[in-house]
């Protein structure tokens, strides 16, 4: 999966749940996003693998929901 879906697709749930959903910093090989204040921060890879992206997804479950990207 594509960096830049992995970060649409957090955005958009964030955006229907009303979450904030913002850039907090950008580190040395981290860009760094805050979730109604949970830190995400996400590698800067062009192609990010599946299982990881899904580990990125679960950092979002406290204000997503439990398997939010699967819906």
């Known amino acids: 999966m594509k960096r830049r879906e992995v970060i649409k697709k957090i955005a958009a749930r964030a955006r229907k749940h009303g979450a904030e959903w913002s850039l907090a910093r950008e580190g040395a090989n981290h860009t760094v996003y805050t979730l109604n204040g949970v830190l995400v921060p996400i590698p800067r890879h062009t192609e990010l693998g599946e299982v990881f992206a ?18």
Not at 54 to 69: A, T, Y
């Open 54 to 71: 899904v580990d990125i997804f679960k950092e979002c479950e406290g204000v997503l929901g439990k398997g939010w990207w699967k819906q």
